[in-house]
């Protein structure tokens, strides 16, 4: 198993690991932890949801089923559709924006 399995693409592990070395022995690249961190962040966002045991994370577009852009597209779906709670500030409250429901 590579050290990379959980962040990549599904390209072979030999090509990933080229693609994303980094520059000294044991770095990796910008690309490789920025991936990584992408990946964390929508299956976050995919608990919060109460998604992530749904879904399933492959090339094959679902309903709860696809790749991480996919993911990140549904999600950004729901969050659209979802009324979310906040304090009005000062500012906010000085445009009358306090009648709106968001």
């Not at 070395?21 to 990946?39: D, H, M, R, T, Y």
């Amino acid at each position: 198993m590579s050290i990379f399995a959980e962040c990549h693409d599904g390209s072979k592990d030999e090509e990933y690991k080229e693609e994303n070395q980094g520059i000294l022995p044991g770095e990796i690249s910008a690309k490789a932890v920025a991936n990584c961190f992408w990946q964390r962040e929508v299956e976050e966002e995919l608990e919060v949801l109460g998604l992530r045991e749904q879904w399933v994370f492959s090339e094959n577009k679902g309903d709860l089923s696809g790749n991480l852009e996919s993911a990140m597209e549904t999600i950004d779906k729901l969050r659209c559709e979802q009324l979310y709670t906040h304090q009005c500030s000062a500012h906010c409250k000085s445009k009358g924006k306090e009648i709106f429901i968001f």
